[in-house]
């Protein structure tokens, strides 16, 4: 895996229901991007995501995981976090992180009270999300269902960007409402005219979606009341700026034990979400606990976060970080702040589930791993002598 800068960093934290599906998501991204060879399941403990005894035991997420999908010069970091209430402190780990949010939906089962869960955090964290309506291949799933309770629940924020296609009870493919184009997944590089039963529901979240464009921009707007409409450039501009402040929730869906819709949830994602570099500050204290702000970039001077310890029977400590600010380097020696002790970063590791993958450095805004840190616990913060901030 080469290095990525923080403009080509995404990480998304993954929220929902236990049960929804949120580490089959990741599962099938891994599968589709040919970064595993086979499609884990937990319960076969064949999973990359749920590999701990307990998870395979119960067949649900019990800690939070995190596993890198490279897609189109772009490195998606998936966090995903467990669904039950039991196991709060693990997602609250994962949160921490993550700078964008997938909340995925159950087709059969609609929203739940870890969706509402979710809705609450990324809407007090102000985090750009979207929704995925996942298994929609199974047995009296509803996608209109579904997408109508989230618009119920949630509010005129959630817009469908893509609607299945049913033929005799089984989901065949599905139609993209910003092109107006529809996929068969027998033919998944042809793109087809929309079905004919379909036509005014795609017209209709079609002006949804233009509705909510045109909110984002002054320039749109006008253009949106003067009976225009809007060109490719301007669609993917008015999108970029919705979804990040938070005025469009797009929804997708597909079913990820099937592998559908999970190509275009990366373009999705890679396309809309932004980038770690894109907060251009961040907010930190120095020693005297006055509040400085730091350039989310590689320039600035290196700063790193610890939002998980673990203890591993062979490895030893393991501390999960994410890179604030700068460059984090093999055997440099940094200064944890809130101890004033010095560590030495013996080796840097990308994670992948329960894989550790060595790397020389690690860039602003990505997520990785140091093993056998003498001082430091979950919440400490690494930073240079020079600059010592928390």
């Known amino acids: 895996m080469r290095d990525y800068l923080a403009n080509e960093v995404r990480n998304i934290v993954l929220m929902g229901h236990s049960g929804a599906g949120k580490s089959s998501v990741v599962e099938a991204a891994l599968y589709f991007t040919k970064a595993t060879d086979r499609l884990g399941k937990t319960i076969d403990g064949t999973s990359v995501m749920d590999n701990d005894a307990e998870e395979i035991k119960r067949g649900l997420s019990v800690y939070t995981s995190i596993a890198p999908v490279e897609w189109k010069e772009c490195k998606i970091n998936f966090i995903d976090t467990p669904g039950y209430l039991d ?5 609250q780990c994962g949160i921490a992180v993550g700078d964008n949010a997938l909340i995925v939906v159950g087709a059969k089962d609609g929203v739940e009270s870890g969706t509402e869960k979710a809705w609450k955090i990324v809407t007090r964290k102000k985090l750009p999300t979207i929704f995925f309506i996942n298994k929609i291949d199974e047995e009296n799933a509803s996608f209109d269902q579904t997408y109508n309770q989230l618009r119920e629940h949630f509010g005129k924020t959630v817009i469908p960007f893509e609607v299945p296609i049913q ?13 107006k184009k529809a996929w068969y997944y027998d033919d998944r ?19 949804q979606i233009a509705e909510a464009i045109a909110m984002a921009d002054d320039e749109l707007m006008e253009k ?8 490719e450039h301007e ?8 979804v990040r402040n938070g005025d469009i929730r797009p929804v997708y869906c597909g079913s990820a034990t099937q592998v559908t819709g999970i190509e275009r949830l990366l373009d999705l994602i890679r396309e809309y979400f932004p980038s770690y570099a ?5 907010e930190a204290l120095d020693p005297d606990g006055i509040p400085i702000l730091m350039e989310t970039n590689e320039q600035e001077a290196f700063t790193a976060q610890v939002f998980k310890t673990i203890i591993d029977p062979f490895v030893g400590k393991i501390s999960l970080l994410k890179v604030m600010t700068g460059v984090m380097s093999t055997d440099a020696q ?9 560590e030495k970063l013996n080796q840097i590791y990308i994670v992948k589930g329960k894989h550790q993958i060595a790397v020389g450095k690690l860039f602003t805004g990505d997520i990785g791993a140091v093993v056998k840190l003498q001082f430091t ?14």
């Open 87 to 91: 196991y709060e402190g693990e997602a």
């Open 167 to 179: 033929r005799d009870g089984k989901v065949v493919g599905s139609v993209n409402i910003l092109r």
């Open 189 to 207: 590089t042809t793109p087809k005219d929309v079905p004919d039963e379909l036509k005014d529901i795609v017209e209709e979240y079609y002006s």
């Open 224 to 231: 949106f009341f003067s009976g225009e409409s809007f060109d």
């Open 235 to 242: 669609v993917a501009k008015g999108l970029r700026i919705g």
């Open 278 to 282: 894109e907060k251009g500050m961040i």
């Open 334 to 342: 940094v200064l944890n702040v809130q101890k004033d002790k010095l």
């Open 377 to 390: 616990d979950t919440n400490d913060t690494l930073a240079t002598r020079s600059k010592p901030v928390t």
